[in-house]
Structures are given as structure tokens and as C-alpha cells.
């Protein structure tokens, strides 16, 4: 069993064992008596140089430092940075330096100097997961040499260069993450190829930046709202945004200048998007594309943005040209959410007659979908569709809960700062809290209107329900287990047991971050009835079960 070493700078002391009754104070202490395999919990906190930490920490070989990943490292902040001489980018101030099969999961980073990044990766194999980066002075994250890291849910929020920049030959996979108002949402310089899936990028200066050679591969991003342009390219780059057999399934829209804008000498083919040509500039090709879909009414008034002020170039970073004037964070600045609330979606009005679904047909949820209809727990929308790939919010997911199993209330209702009494779903919101099927945030939010994700669906049907059963072992079924954060692993090995999980189409892909679609909440929502005895089980390929 891997050792866990406790920190707690409030109560702690560096000349304790580190055990749970008897923290260490301080990470640096910790990273000190780590070696491989060794795991850091951080209790909340601040960690800075009046609390004793010694910057930049550098993470060593095979070691996670952890804090809260279900909040994003929500009051567990790391602040600080220190002089690191880097082999390909020379001096720079840094907070954390992670080394190879290091994991960094749950905090929240802040680098206050001069020139400041929060993360620095260079040439090493890390994980990044579940955190937040605000307020650096720089970016939240760089990857530099031959970095191969992994960049996972994480929020980039009011950094004043860019939320994550790839540099020189890295590669790695930068998915699920949030950047927002910020200089550059991705910057992706040099000879960098990294994958960049499932982000979503707004209210910058820019969106995604890519220059110098660099090759990145671009899928299901959504790029909106940004002052500028929502994917600008120069010099010699071109990304890759989708071929025949894998569309790009990026959205672009609704940017001040331009959505795409090609400044390169090459020909951009973008396969599979949506993108509204209007709105693109330089020699591209938009290929089985589609107009994006107009965001919903009302949308919410994004946060103002200032007015730029003349704030020095930050050196290192990527090169665009012309150079952007990052956005300054304004003072004083609100302190970020767990995670963003996305656009709202209207909750689907019940048909007069819920049984001639047009857009099921030949889908692989359609027989749940029918059953579910059939005895009345789903219904569609007015224009008779179901919408099984649209993704469902935390309210329209309270609502579904409480339709189909009217919990009893285990605990006292609370009042949530962002769910008002006359709020559609505030009723089922307050039943579902009430009977343990879901909870709200450290700050009595609810965010009604984010999407839910796979791995908190399968949280709430398994703590709601009160399942019991599982073992760890049973993660090891899923390529992508390193992705289930912390703090649901139990509840995953529970679901798998009780055959709550469907992975479509791939088995072995449990996908845990992702937002869930409307399809898969109602084919997890229908084995839960199995499991209570409520429902026949239904013969399919698709549902884990080992």
C-alpha cells in the first residue's frame, strides 16, 4: 500500500511523523522523506513562505501531492514561486516543478512574481488533475523540452499571460479543461504536438494560439466569447482539426474579430466542424461543416472585462505575432467558482404524448430510453426528440432523479446562494440534496445549470441508493482509471459491482470527467432501478460488468 504523509500548515509541525494525527506542517518537509509511490495529502490551507514552504517545490519521481479534487483544490492554495535555471527557457520564477510520474491533483496554485508560472514541466511525464490556477502572474501551466504531460479538468482562471502553454517538442494531452479571461486561453509554440480535446476556452484576449511548426491535434473544443479571435494561427503552424474517419467536433464562435483566423502561408482543412465561415479569415477549407448552434436565451452577462493596460510582454512565451497584451485581473478579484457554470439549457417540456420519439431510432440507449418512457421517468421534447447526445445539467438531472425515485428526505435542507425559491427545478433540486442523491458546493452553491459529469452521476446513484459492494481491483478494468479523481474511486468500484455502467462504445473507456449525455444518465438511471427491483434488466453489451 502506497504511504500517505499528512500536511496541515494550520495545525501541523515539521518534526511530527506525518501521520493523520500528527501532520507535518509543511510540503516542503514532506517532499524531503517522499520517495516513489508516495502520496502527499494536503489539508485546506494556505501553503506559502510565511508558512514555512521553500519555492519552487519540486515533486519527485512517482509522487502525488493531493489535495480536493471534487472542488478543484477549493481552499487549499499553494502561493509562492522561487528561481528555476531551465535547461531550454533559462530563468524563471516557479511555484511547483514536477518530474517524471509525478501527479498533481485537487490545489489551487497561485504564482504571485514577476514572470510567474504555477506549474513548470520540462521534459518529464506528469499529471495534472482537478486544479485550479489563478492569479500567475504568468501562465498556470508550461511545458517545455519533450514534456509528455497529462493536463486534465482543470480551471485556468485570471492568469495574466496564458492558462497552459506548450512549448519546444512537447506532446501530451491537455483535456477537460476551463480557460478563462486570461491573455491566452492555450498557447502552442515551437514544434509542440500536443492533443487538445473536450476544452473549453472563453473571455480571453485569444483563445487558442498556435505558432512557430507546431502540429497539435484539435478535437471537441469549444472556443466563444474571446476578445480577438477563437483559433489564431502563424508563422508555420497548422493544426490538425479532423479527418474523415475522426471529425474535429470543434465549435468556434462568437469572437470579437475573427472565430479562425489563418495568418500562415498553408492551407488549413478542418473536417467535421462548427465554425461560421463569416467569421474565418486566411486560406482555409471547412469541410463537412456546420454553422454553430446559437447559445441559448437568456445567456449569463459574462464578468467585464478591463480595459488592457500596458503590462510587459512575459518572457518566456510563445511568439505570436502581433504580440498580445494579456488581460489584467482586475482588483479586487472575486475569488473563482469550483468550476465554471456554463449556458444554461432549458429543461425539455413534457410531450402531450411521449411515445413517438423521432431521433431514438437505431440509437444504442433506444430500448432504455423506451422503457424509461413507457412507465413515465423521461419524456422528450416539444418537437418530439429525445436529444440522447445532448448533455444534462445538474437541475435536469435533480429532476429525473426525483421522478424516478422520489427519496425520502435523510438529512435537513439547505438553502443554496444560486438557486432562488421561484427557480424551476429549485423544489427538485432541494429533494434530491434532502434524500443523499446529491450535494452542493463548500460555498452553499448548487451550480444548477453545469453539466453533470459521468463519474458524478455514478457517484450520486451509488450514495443515494446506499450500494454497497466493490473493490479497488475493479478500477483496473478502465484504460483511462488514472482520470477517476480521489474522491469517487469507492463509488466507481461499487457501480462496476452493481453493473451501473455503461461505456459506449467503448467498454474500457469509463470517460469519468466527461459531461454526461442525456443517453447515458438515462441508461445509468435504469440500471439503478434494476438494482432496486423496479425494473427487468435489459441484455446489453455496453454495460461494464466484470
Not at 465554471?340 to 444504442?364: A, E, K, M, Q, Y
Not at 460555498?443 to 455514478?458: A, K, L
Amino acid at each position: 500500500m502506497s504511504e500517505i504523509i499528512y500536511v496541515n500548515s494550520t495545525i501541523g509541525s515539521d518534526s511530527a511523523s506525518g501521520s493523520q494525527q500528527t501532520p507535518l506542517k509543511t510540503i516542503t518537509q514532506a517532499l524531503k522523506i517522499a520517495k516513489s509511490g508516495t502520496k502527499i495529502q494536503l489539508a485546506d490551507g494556505k501553503y506559502n513562505g510565511d508558512t514555512g514552504e521553500e519555492f519552487p517545490l519540486n515533486i519527485p519521481s512517482g509522487v502525488t501531492v493531493f489535495g480536493n479534487e471534487s472542488n478543484k483544490g477549493a481552499g487549499i492554495l499553494i502561493e509562492g514561486s522561487g528561481e528555476y535555471l531551465s535547461r531550454t527557457f533559462a530563468r524563471q520564477n516557479i511555484t511547483i516543478i514536477l518530474d517524471d510520474n509525478t501527479e498533481l491533483r485537487g490545489v489551487t496554485v497561485t504564482s504571485p512574481d514577476t514572470r510567474g508560472t504555477a506549474v513548470w514541466i520540462e521534459s518529464t511525464a506528469p499529471t495534472v488533475a482537478n486544479c485550479t490556477f489563478t492569479k500567475c502572474k504568468r501562465e498556470g501551466v508550461f511545458a517545455s523540452g519533450d514534456a509528455n504531460p497529462k493536463i486534465f479538468d482543470s480551471i485556468f482562471v485570471e492568469n495574466d499571460a496564458n492558462g497552459i502553454s506548450i512549448a519546444r517538442d512537447s506532446t501530451g494531452e491537455i483535456r477537460g479543461n476551463t480557460c478563462i479571461r486570461t491573455g491566452y486561453g492555450i498557447a502552442i509554440s515551437d514544434r509542440a504536438a500536443p492533443k487538445i480535446i473536450n476544452n473549453k476556452i472563453s473571455e480571453n484576449r485569444n483563445g487558442i494560439v498556435i505558432s512557430g511548426s507546431a502540429r497539435p491535434i484539435l478535437r471537441q473544443n469549444i472556443c466563444e466569447r474571446n476578445t480577438d479571435d477563437g483559433l489564431t494561427m502563424i508563422r508555420d503552424s497548422l493544426p490538425d482539426m479532423g479527418s474523415s474517419n475522426d471529425p474535429g467536433g470543434n465549435i468556434l464562435r462568437n469572437n470579437g474579430k475573427f472565430d479562425l483566423q489563418n495568418a500562415t502561408s498553408n492551407k488549413l482543412i478542418a473536417i467535421g466542424n462548427q465554425i461560421d465561415p463569416s467569421k474565418v479569415k486566411g486560406n482555409v477549407e471547412l469541410i463537412d461543416n456546420q454553422s454553430p448552434t446559437p447559445e441559448p436565451n437568456p445567456t449569463p452577462a459574462p464578468n467585464p472585462t478591463p480595459a488592457p493596460n500596458p503590462t510587459p510582454q512575459p518572457n518566456p512565451t510563445p511568439e505570436p505575432d502581433p504580440a498580445p497584451v494579456p488581460i489584467p485581473v482586475p482588483n479586487p478579484t472575486p475569488e473563482p467558482d469550483p468550476t465554471p457554470v456554463p449556458i444554461p439549457v432549458p429543461d425539455p417540456t413534457p410531450l402531450p404524448n411521449p411515445t413517438r420519439l423521432r431521433d431514438i431510432s437505431g440509437h444504442w440507449g433506444e430500448i432504455f430510453i423506451q422503457e424509461l418512457v413507457r412507465i413515465d421517468i423521461v419524456k422528450g421534447y416539444p418537437d418530439l426528440t429525445f436529444k440522447p447526445d445532448v448533455t444534462m445539467t445538474r437541475a435536469q438531472y435533480a429532476a429525473l432523479l426525483v421522478k424516478a425515485f422520489n427519496p425520502p428526505a435523510k438529512r435537513e435542507a439547505i438553502k443554496f446562494k444560486d438557486v432562488k425559491e421561484n427557480f424551476w427545478a429549485n423544489r427538485v433540486i432541494q429533494q434530491a440534496y434532502e434524500g443523499g442523491f446529491l450535494s452542493g458546493f463548500p460555498d452553499r452553491t448548487f451550480h444548477p445549470n453545469q453539466n453533470i459529469q459521468r463519474v458524478q452521476v455514478i457517484v450520486s446513484l451509488v450514495n443515494g441508493l446506499k450500494l454497497l459492494g466493490g473493490v479497488e481491483n475493479n478500477l483496473n478494468y478502465f484504460n483511462d482509471r488514472g482520470n477517476i479523481p480521489q474522491y469517487a474511486k469507492d463509488e466507481v468500484a461499487t457501480a462496476v459491482e452493481k453493473q451501473l455502467i455503461v461505456n459506449y462504445p467503448n467498454l474500457k473507456q469509463l470517460n469519468p470527467t466527461r459531461d454526461a449525455t442525456r443517453a447515458e444518465v438515462a441508461v445509468m438511471v435504469y440500471q439503478a432501478l434494476v438494482n432496486d427491483a423496479r425494473v427487468g434488466a435489459i441484455n446489453f453489451p455496453y454495460i461494464v460488468n466484470i
